[in-house]
């Protein structure tokens, strides 16, 4: 299975937020079909619930939400360290990237870090790449002697 509902999603909040919503409904199954139509309206945002309507349709949604809870599981995130509060039009630009150049589900946490001065850290899947401002100064400050002559 491969959901709609995973292609939307940029950031690893994005991705929070979604398992909070399915576990809502998959807890409302289990109350009445009344308190499901009712969380699906009111607590889910309106185009998560789109798609789980759309998916859904025909199929037993218990299963579905267990399906698509488990595929949630293996979507890979990417860690990125940067220097600045990015915008909302950043965060989607460089999600977009990474979902066209890298891997379609992929979802990226963006994590503030000041003392970068600049550049970024990434993390994914296991490998560590530093290309900031700051670990580049560092390396120049280590071959600069401070002694007086």
């Known amino acids: 299975m491969s959901s709609l509902l995973l292609s939307k999603l940029s950031t690893k909040d994005d991705l929070d937020i979604l398992k909070g919503e399915l ?15 009712e969380i699906i309206r009111s607590d889910i945002r309106s185009w998560v619930s789109e798609i789980v309507h759309k998916e859904s ?16 599981e293996t979507v890979p995130v990417l860690s990125a ?22 891997d379609d589900k992929l979802v990226v946490d ?32 280590e071959n600069v002697n401070f002694s007086k002559s």
Do not use: H
């Open 110 to 141: 963006i994590v503030l870090n000041t003392m970068l001065l600049g550049g970024v850290q990434l993390s994914y899947a296991g490998k560590y790449l530093d290309l900031s401002l700051r670990k580049k100064i560092s390396k120049e400050l």
């Open 23 to 37: 576990e809502s409904l998959e807890g409302a199954i289990y109350q009445s079909k009344d308190k499901y139509n």
């Open 57 to 72: 349709a025909g199929k037993d949604v218990t299963k579905y939400i267990k399906e698509l809870k488990n595929e949630i």
């Open 81 to 102: 360290c940067i220097g600045f509060e990015p915008s909302s039009s950043f965060i989607e630009s460089v999600s977009g990237w990474l979902k066209k150049n890298v």
